[in-house]
T-cell receptor, first 112, second 116 residues
Framework: GIQVEQSPPDLILQEGANSTLRCNFS?????LQWFHQNPWGQLINLFY???GTKQNGRLSATTVATERYSLLYISSSQTTDSGVYFC??????????????FGQGTILTVHP | SAVISQKPSRDICQRGTSLTIQCQVD?????MFWYRQQPGQSLTLIAT?????????ESGFVIDKFPISRPNLTFSTLTVSNLSPEDSSIYLC?????????????FGSGTQLSVL
């Protein structure tokens, strides 16, 4: 099956700093999503971005499908950004957007 | 996006017993998905629940251990049977958004299961 690798595994920032999280995947995808899992365990869908660039406030994401990677940018980080960021994909042969393969996540800690 | 209610939010169970987790969605959805998140790990898909048919299980998950019901288009249950400490995990239900947020998957708040 498709493999998803995220980097870095851990990231520690001071409030106000910017960061870039990376997601590499081993095969073509027809669905790629970024999630934030907050310290209470709730998973929030940040982006559905199988290709191109999207922005939502301080967050933006870019997927270069031909090179099999996606980047999540966090600008002016806040303590509430802390948590685990997951990249998840559905391979190009998949038929359901719900059958995601998740990466191992990036643990982000933002200090005040 | 769909609003997903999952309960219980957490439970502590004895070895050998079973736990049934409920998932209620505020709109009709074709497919519901059950995921497991083991401690400190990522999420793994257990099965896909379609209304009116048997659930489809992923490799490594079997119906006898994880029976699923899907009686209508807004509700599903996952039972974790014959519990062992290795079943201690967070279990999450999720649904696709076929409308404005097409392609996105949304999750319930999860059930944290601890097995003694």
């Amino acid at each position: 099956g498709i493999q998803v690798e995220q980097s870095p595994p851990d990231l520690i920032l001071q409030e106000g700093a910017n960061s870039t999280l990376r997601c590499n995947f081993s095969d073509s995808v027809n669905n790629l999503q970024w999630f934030h899992q907050n310290p209470w365990g709730q998973l929030i869908n940040l982006f559905y971005i199988p290709s191109g660039t999207k922005q939502n406030g301080r967050l933006s994401a870019t997927t270069v499908a031909t090179e099999r990677y996606s980047l999540l940018y966090i600008s002016s980080s806040q303590t509430t950004d802390s948590g685990v960021y997951f990249c998840a994909v559905v391979g190009a042969g998949g038929t359901s957007y719900g059958k995601l393969t998740f990466g191992q996540g990036t643990i982000l800690t933002v200090h005040p | 996006s769909a609003v997903i209610s999952q309960k219980p939010s957490r439970d502590i169970c004895q070895r050998g017993t079973s736990l049934t987790i409920q998932c209620q969605v505020d709109s009709q959805v074709t497919m519901m998905f059950w995921y497991r998140q083991q401690p400190g790990q990522s999420l793994t898909l257990i099965a896909t629940a379609n209304q009116g048919s048997e659930a489809t299980y992923e490799s490594g998950f079997v119906i006898d251990k994880f029976p699923i019901s899907r009686p209508n288009l807004t509700f599903s249950t996952l039972t974790v049977s014959n519990l062992s400490p290795e079943d201690s995990s967070i279990y999450l239900c999720s649904v696709e958004d076929g409308g404005f947020a097409f392609g996105k998957l949304f999750f319930g708040s999860g059930t944290q299961l601890s097995v003694l």
